[in-house]
């Protein structure tokens, strides 16, 4: 590994916060107060605050956070020692508190990155000896790491650099408006082209940087994950514009006016977030209007009415694209009337209207109660590994049953080749930590005034080790840690080290055979299916937009289980690019799939976003609800080839210019009433028939490692 990737400036602050007030408190605690169990609870608390918990945002949204990991911290310790007097009953209570721990990572970012440490709360007085008239000192110990260590981490923090996620969409969307700009003065090169793409893949980046969404609950969030995917879409769609036509001038002054205004949005949305003026929707709407209207005026039988529809289309398409986007910063910047936001997390983010507020979580946990969520998988697999761990620990009567737990969530992952690798790394690295720790012993002896010595550089290494160096050096660490702690507590020398090999290799069997029952496969199948269902439910919103936007539907399309698979998909495609072992699909592959999923749920949206005009059946209007129902059965089988792998393959997917024919020209044969909807129609379909053909490929490929035993 090189050297600049075992630099970390926030692990640095983080190891520095913890060397300071880990021994401090566990100093405070064991030698002035004199109390056992405060001391051990302070000091694991300290830890699972300043290491394990690892809160984002503003200063406020830290205080919330650490604030609500010490409740939820004094709950579970409360049942934990409430259950410890019997194994069974621990086991069983095990699998509920695991689970929901676990499962309210769905909320946010601050609710996954607090789920490891609030399981230290349980886990530590579940599988340890300890009555309920301990709770008191344990309590106390819990609180006073919780209040020390919000405090370590408010006052030993650098500045936040400010939100990555928010200067990433700014950057996109004033990017975006530069190109525009460029080619609207006839200006426009290469270099803005790639400055476009670059903020685009930037922005990506920092919304699937973490494993889960760097968003929360409220419509505001959501509002701004929806940015992100619109700005995405917006730079394809006005890229495809752009290159079809590159200098802006020579187009006609409606058009011209069009792609200014949404120019003008787009540097507004940019500012937004630091306080800028608001997008003028109103101009913006204009604008397409005016557009639709010449485009209405222009005779059918015109011999550049083709081009002219053609140009629209594009010039429409961006404009729409950047009209929603507009609507999402407004209101993740908490600038929109409240109705606003209100029909948009309704309409748009799968959220009905009366429910975005109060019972957000409620929806969400709904969203995710399938085996279609890897964060339902993930939860039931870490419920039974631990309630496993708390049950094996006692039967085989282990010293320290804490350990064997602990070792059991630290090498659990979501798949059982990379647990199984993760599982060696931590035995070595506890053996390692052993051979240290004994050494160290030896050479220092046990005498109190050495091991207080030992212990802070002890948790400045352990504590700056997640994130940076190897897992088994972390390993190493914190075993070192566990002996000098124990040894201050209970002077027994290196057997500690022992002892905590053996219960290590425990849980590490425990997470092998938990991993081996339960999704072997981990997220890679969890995706396949993901892929599939937003495959699924993406055809059957875009044959409801389609003919929405052509009169044939007056019902409005509901993208509520469009939506909710996309999501799916984002956290199922988050959890397997953070799984360690192998990856067998290439990354590109993976997001050609996506990216799929993506451009069909937009291409959608962009038309339900439509008036549903007034108008009776029309033979080309028909032709197109009939094409779309076939775009609609062609994802159909594509789903079943990602789930059903068996039982078909690429070899039997027909080409798309087989299976869906291209349609005769609308303006031949549309009448003049519905001439301006049926061409919309038409320009999008033919827009997404082209990247059919290239989702077989990847498809099939998932296909056929989803036919590969596990193990291999």
Same mark, same amino acid.
């Given at each position: 590994?090189?050297?600049?990737?075992?630099?970390?400036?926030?692990?640095?602050?983080?190891?520095?916060?913890?060397?300071?007030?880990?021994?401090?408190?566990?100093?405070?605690?064991?030698?002035?107060?004199?109390?056992?169990?405060?001391?051990?609870?302070?000091?694991?608390?300290?830890? %699972?605050?300043?290491?394990? %918990?690892?809160?984002?945002?503003?200063?406020?949204?830290?205080?919330? %956070?650490?604030?609500?990991?010490?409740?939820?911290?004094?709950?579970?310790?409360?049942?934990?020692?409430?259950?410890?007097?019997?194994?069974?009953?621990?086991? %069983?209570?095990?699998?509920?508190?695991?689970?929901?721990?676990?499962?309210?990572?769905?909320?946010?970012?601050?609710?996954?990155?607090?789920?490891?440490?609030?399981?230290?709360?349980?886990?530590?007085?579940?599988?340890?000896?300890?009555?309920?008239?301990?709770?008191?000192?344990?309590?106390?110990?819990?609180?006073?790491?919780?209040?020390?260590?919000?405090?370590?981490?408010?006052?030993?923090?650098?500045?936040?650099?400010?939100?990555?996620?928010?200067?990433?969409?700014?950057?996109?969307?004033?990017?975006?408006?530069?190109?525009?700009?460029?080619?609207?003065?006839?200006?426009?090169?290469?270099?803005?082209?790639?400055?476009?793409?670059?903020?685009?893949?930037?922005?990506?980046?920092?919304?699937?940087?973490?494993?889960?969404?760097?968003?929360?609950?409220?419509?505001?969030?959501?509002?701004?994950?929806?940015?992100?995917?619109?700005?995405?879409?917006?730079?394809?769609?006005?890229?495809?514009?752009?290159?079809?036509?590159?200098?802006?001038?020579?187009?006609?002054?409606?058009?011209?006016?069009?792609?200014?205004?949404?120019?003008?949005?787009?540097?507004?949305?940019?500012?937004?977030?630091?306080?800028?003026?608001?997008?003028?929707?109103?101009?913006?709407?204009?604008?397409?209007?005016?557009?639709?209207?010449?485009?209405?005026?222009?005779?059918?039988?015109?011999?550049?009415?083709?081009?002219?529809?053609?140009?629209?289309?594009?010039?429409?398409?961006?404009?729409?694209?950047?009209?929603?986007?507009?609507?999402?910063?407004?209101?993740?910047?908490?600038?929109?009337?409240?109705?606003?936001?209100?029909?948009?997390?309704?309409?748009?983010?799968?959220?009905?209207?009366?429910?975005?507020?109060?019972?957000?979580?409620?929806?969400?946990?709904?969203?995710?109660?399938?085996?279609?969520?890897?964060?339902?998988?993930?939860?039931?697999?870490?419920?039974?590994?631990?309630?496993?761990?708390?049950?094996?620990?006692?039967?085989?009567?282990?010293?320290?049953?804490?350990?064997?737990?602990?070792?059991?969530?630290?090498?659990?992952?979501?798949?059982?080749?990379?647990?199984?690798?993760?599982?060696?790394?931590?035995?070595?690295?506890?053996?390692?930590?052993?051979?240290?720790?004994?050494?160290?012993?030896?050479?220092?002896?046990?005498?109190?005034?050495?091991?207080?010595?030992?212990?802070?550089?002890?948790?400045?290494?352990?504590?700056?080790?997640?994130?940076?160096?190897?897992?088994?050096?972390?390993?190493?660490?914190?075993?070192?840690?566990?002996?000098?702690?124990?040894?201050?507590?209970?002077?027994?020398?290196?057997?500690?080290?022992?002892?905590?090999?053996?219960?290590?290799?425990?849980?590490?069997?425990?997470?092998?055979?938990?991993?081996?029952?339960?999704?072997?496969?981990?997220?890679?199948?969890?995706?396949?299916?993901?892929?599939?269902?937003?495959?699924?439910?993406?055809?059957?919103?875009?044959?409801?937009?389609?003919?929405?936007?052509?009169?044939?539907?007056?019902?409005?399309?509901?993208?509520?289980?469009?939506?909710?698979?996309?999501?799916?998909?984002?956290?199922?495609?988050?959890?397997?690019?953070?799984?360690?072992?192998?990856?067998?699909?290439?990354?590109?592959?993976?997001?050609?799939?996506?990216?799929?999923?993506?451009?069909?749920?937009?291409?959608?949206?962009?038309?339900?976003?439509?008036?549903?005009?007034?108008?009776?059946?029309?033979?080309?209007?028909?032709?197109?609800?009939?094409?779309?129902?076939?775009?609609?059965?062609?994802?159909?089988?594509?789903?079943?080839?990602?789930?059903?792998?068996?039982?078909?393959?690429?070899?039997?997917?027909?080409?798309?210019?087989?299976?869906?024919?291209?349609?005769?020209?609308?303006?031949?044969?549309?009448?003049?009433?519905?001439?301006?909807?049926?061409?919309?129609?038409?320009?999008?379909?033919?827009?997404?028939?082209?990247?059919?053909?290239?989702?077989?490929?990847?498809?099939?490929?998932?296909?056929?490692?989803?036919?590969?035993?596990?193990?291999?």
């Amino acid at each position: 590994m090189a050297r600049g990737r075992w630099w970390s400036p926030a692990a640095a602050m983080r190891a520095v916060r913890a060397m300071v007030v880990v021994p401090g408190l566990f100093a405070l605690t064991d030698t002035v107060i004199g109390d056992l169990q405060m001391a051990t609870f302070a000091a694991f608390g300290g830890f %699972a605050t300043l290491v394990l %918990a690892s809160f984002s945002g503003t200063r406020r949204d830290k205080v919330v %956070a650490h604030g609500g990991l010490a409740v939820a911290g004094s709950a579970l310790l409360v049942v934990g020692t409430a259950v410890n007097s019997s194994a069974w009953i621990a086991a %069983a209570v095990t699998l509920p508190v695991v689970f929901v721990v676990l499962f309210a990572g769905i909320a946010g970012t601050n609710a996954a990155a607090g789920g490891t440490a609030a399981l230290l709360a349980y886990v530590l007085p579940a599988a340890s000896p300890g009555t309920m008239d301990m709770v008191g000192s344990r309590l106390a110990g819990w609180w006073l790491a919780s209040v020390v260590g919000t405090l370590a981490v408010l006052l030993l923090s650098p500045r936040p650099p400010g939100d990555r996620l928010r200067a990433a969409v700014a950057t996109s969307a004033a990017t975006l408006a530069d190109r525009l700009d460029a080619a609207l003065r006839g200006a426009g090169t290469d270099a803005d082209r790639d400055a476009a793409a670059t903020a685009k893949h930037e922005l990506l980046a920092a919304f699937t940087a973490t494993p889960y969404r760097p968003t929360g609950l409220t419509v505001a969030d959501q509002a701004l994950a929806s940015l992100v995917g619109m700005l995405e879409w917006a730079t394809a769609v006005i890229g495809d514009g752009l290159r079809e036509y590159p200098d802006l001038r020579a187009v006609p002054p409606v058009e011209r006016d069009l792609f200014a205004a949404t120019r003008d949005a787009l540097r507004r949305i940019a500012t937004l977030h630091t306080g800028g003026p608001e997008p003028d929707l109103a101009q913006l709407h204009g604008a397409i209007r005016a557009s639709v209207a010449a485009l209405r005026r222009m005779p059918a039988g015109d011999g550049d009415f083709a081009d002219a529809v053609h140009l629209a289309f594009h010039a429409q398409t961006g404009a729409l694209t950047v009209r929603a986007a507009a609507v999402d910063a407004l209101i993740a910047a908490r600038r929109a009337d409240p109705a606003t936001a209100a029909e948009q997390a309704r309409r748009w983010y799968g959220l009905p209207a009366a429910r975005a507020h109060r019972f957000a979580v409620l929806e969400l946990a709904w969203r995710h109660a399938n085996l279609r969520s890897v964060w339902f998988v993930n939860s039931v697999r870490g419920a039974f590994a631990l309630a496993a761990a708390v049950l094996v620990a006692d039967l085989v009567g282990v010293q320290h049953a804490f350990w064997v737990v602990l070792g059991t969530l630290s090498v659990l992952r979501t798949n059982a080749a990379g647990t199984g690798s993760t599982a060696l790394r931590a035995l070595l690295g506890t053996v390692l930590g052993f051979v240290v720790g004994a050494a160290l012993l030896l050479v220092v002896g046990t005498g109190p005034a050495a091991l207080w010595v030992a212990l802070p550089i002890a948790v400045l290494v352990a504590a700056y080790a997640p994130g940076t160096l190897p897992f088994a050096a972390g390993q190493a660490a914190f075993t070192v840690v566990v002996s000098v702690l124990f040894n201050l507590l209970v002077p027994v020398g290196w057997s500690i080290g022992v002892v905590r090999i053996e219960d290590v290799a425990i849980g590490c069997a425990v997470s092998l055979a938990v991993g081996a029952l339960f999704w072997p496969r981990g997220a890679s199948a969890v995706v396949g299916d993901d892929v599939a269902d937003a495959f699924r439910e993406g055809g059957r919103y875009l044959a409801q937009s389609v003919n929405w936007a052509l009169g044939l539907r007056h019902q409005e399309p509901e993208p509520a289980r469009a939506v909710a698979a996309g999501l799916r998909l984002d956290d199922g495609v988050r959890g397997l690019l953070a799984e360690r072992g192998r990856q067998h699909l290439a990354t590109q592959q993976l997001w050609r799939l996506v990216g799929g999923t993506i451009r069909l749920r937009l291409t959608a949206q962009s038309l339900a976003s439509l008036p549903s005009p007034d108008a009776g059946p029309d033979p080309v209007g028909d032709a197109l609800s009939g094409q779309a129902a076939q775009v609609a059965d062609w994802f159909d089988d594509l789903a079943d080839l990602l789930v059903r792998p068996g039982a078909t393959g690429p070899s039997r997917m027909p080409a798309v210019a087989t299976r869906i024919p291209t349609l005769m020209p609308v303006a031949a044969a549309a009448s003049t009433a519905t001439l301006p909807c049926t061409l919309w129609v038409e320009q999008h379909l033919q827009h997404i028939r082209p990247a059919l053909d290239t989702l077989v490929e990847p498809a099939g490929e998932v296909a056929r490692l989803r036919r590969i035993p596990w193990w291999r």
